[in-house]
């Protein structure tokens, strides 16, 4: 009996239930027949028309992505729309779709287990925990990792390990703090970690890294004494746990999977700027 869609949304549901995700957000089946069979899954970030041409391309029947594609309400999937055109096309190909986010955030291992792994991150606990009582509540859940580097460094240092751990960006990374405050305590959050500033600084970490972070908060965050931040483009710090949600897949439905490396974050260009040395710019002839 070959693996359906359905199965697949059993599996994932068991892994990351829906009942885990945060209020505001939509997860499970978008798109998709229950009864179609599955032979192969793609694994993204974001469903963009370029994740889906690739998925299409590698033959894949049903895609799993990390960010939902359909987030607020909608009036209208007409192909006239962005987001409309996308639906048209999987449903056209008979390609599924189904999303676990931060049902995926919270899990464990989940999002954040993926990320603190690149690190060889040790002694992992949550950086925030579930509320107790709700229903993601449970030993080892919550978003974001913390734990122990397997050596201390300095902040600088760890900036150009993060940089070749991470999935390649033109963002790149960037750091916040002094350059040379040593590092053993690192809390990790895959995506936009901003919210949780102040719980990294209670945890008494000594760098949180992370994506998405802002002059003011991070700012104040920094003046209020709190742990060195590092701030990695939220693609990176999402697409490691893509190896381990196929590898899952794979396991738990012996299905074929291939993982997106298609960088999907918006930012394209980065350029640091010249040294005090090279003032004037440097022409050719
Ligand atoms: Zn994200």
Redesign the pocket.
Known sequence: MSTTVADVVAALDRRYPPAWAEEWDRVGLVVGEPDHPVRRIACV?DVVPETVDEALEAGADMIVA??PLLLRGVSSVAATTYKGRIVHRLIKADVALYVA?TNA?VADPG?SDALAARFGLTGLRPLHPPRPGSPADGPGRGIGRIGELPEPMTLAELTRLAAAVLPVTAWGVRAAGDPGRMVRTLAVS???GDGFLAEATAAGVDAFLT?DLRHHPAGEHLAAGGPALLDAA??A??RPWLDDLAAHLAGELGVETVVSDLDTDPWTVHAAAPRPDDKEPRREG
């Open positions: 970030v990390h960010h986010h955030d999002v895959g995506g936009s994506a939220h693609w710090t999402e």
